[in-house]
């Protein structure tokens, strides 16, 4: 089992920046996969998450219209593109695979998650 983001950076207000997971097939396949972030001092809370064949894909209410999630299931990646960055979309962002094909709002559909990488947008 095996998820890696990466990506991350310091980047201005209003900048754009896309992350990415990486997963070995056996996690990857079949399953959703979603997007967590987690700020200092805050709940890890849900971002975007996309179904194995990618025709579904959901979005936090705070990030919609600026981010966009997408997968490529050939090379078992899954990116989030992150446009017209704020100060609080500044976060330690994690991926993981859930355990349908679906993805999902809740951290307990998830059953593998991945290390984070640090987002941080400056004002």
């Known amino acids: 089992v095996q998820l890696q983001a990466s990506g991350g950076g310091l980047v201005q207000s209003g900048d754009s920046l896309k992350i990415s997971c990486v997963a070995s097939k056996r996690t990857f396949n079949n399953n959703g996969v979603g997007w967590f972030r987690q700020a200092p001092g805050k709940e890890r809370e849900f971002v975007a998450a996309?179904?194995?064949?990618?025709?579904?894909?959901i979005y936090a209410d705070s990030v919609k219209g600026r981010f966009t999630i997408s997968r490529d299931n050939a090379k078992s990646t899954v990116n989030l593109q992150m446009n017209t960055l704020k100060p609080e979309d500044t976060a330690e962002y994690y991926c993981?695979?859930?355990?349908?094909?679906?993805?999902?709002?809740?951290?307990?559909?998830?059953?593998?998650w991945g290390q984070g990488t640090q987002v941080t947008v400056s004002s």
């Open positions: 993981a695979a859930a355990r349908t094909s679906y993805g999902s709002r809740t951290l307990s559909d998830y059953r593998y």
């Open positions: 996309i179904s194995w064949r990618g025709g579904v894909t």
